[in-house]
């Protein structure tokens, strides 16, 4: 069984390429810096579950796949391609749909769990 609370310690994240190095993301505002950890999966699997941290910024991107995630601490606002806009703070939970245009801004150091699903790398 894996636990995630928000009074543990998420650790062993490991940092991860800038933003601006990343095929789909840039950064919109600051300098957002983002860690994760899998723990189940891989970059190349269909599913993956893991933690992901970021620092405040603001950067847009194309979401790489069907993704659950929910919020363990700090806040941040989703604003979608129409212009609608979500805030979320620690409890809260979205799904995002791959292919989608976001701009995340991350208002206070997040910390979420996440599992994703990218059909594109199912087993044939």
Same mark, same amino acid.
């Given at each position: 069984?894996?636990?995630?609370?928000?009074?543990?310690?998420?650790?062993?994240?490991?940092?991860?390429?800038?933003?601006?190095?990343?095929?789909?993301?840039?950064?919109?505002?600051?300098?957002?810096?983002?860690?994760?950890?899998?723990? @189940? *999966?891989?970059? #190349?699997?269909?599913?993956?579950?893991?933690?992901? !941290?970021? /620092?405040?910024?603001?950067? &847009?991107?194309? +979401?790489?796949?069907?993704?659950?995630?929910?919020?363990?601490?700090?806040?941040?606002?989703?604003?979608?391609?129409?212009?609608?806009?979500?805030? @979320? *703070?620690?409890? #809260?939970?979205?799904?995002?749909?791959?292919?989608? !245009?976001? /701009?995340?801004?991350?208002? &206070?150091?997040? +910390?979420?769990?996440?599992?994703?699903?990218?059909?594109?790398?199912?087993?044939?």
């Amino acid at each position: 069984m894996k636990t995630y609370h928000a009074s543990q310690a998420q650790t062993q994240l490991k940092p991860l390429a800038p933003f601006e190095t990343s095929a789909g993301y840039r950064i919109v505002e600051g300098n957002p810096q983002a860690s994760m950890r899998l723990d @189940f *999966g891989s970059a #190349d699997t269909e599913h993956r579950l893991g933690i992901w !941290r970021c /620092t405040p910024g603001a950067f &847009e991107c194309i +979401e790489k796949g069907n993704e659950l995630q929910v919020l363990i601490s700090g806040k941040l606002r989703i604003t979608l391609e129409n212009g609608e806009s979500h805030q @979320f *703070g620690p409890g #809260d939970s979205f799904y995002s749909e791959k292919g989608e !245009r976001v /701009t995340w801004t991350i208002l &206070e150091t997040v +910390e979420k769990v996440f599992f994703t699903h990218d059909s594109d790398k199912a087993a044939p």
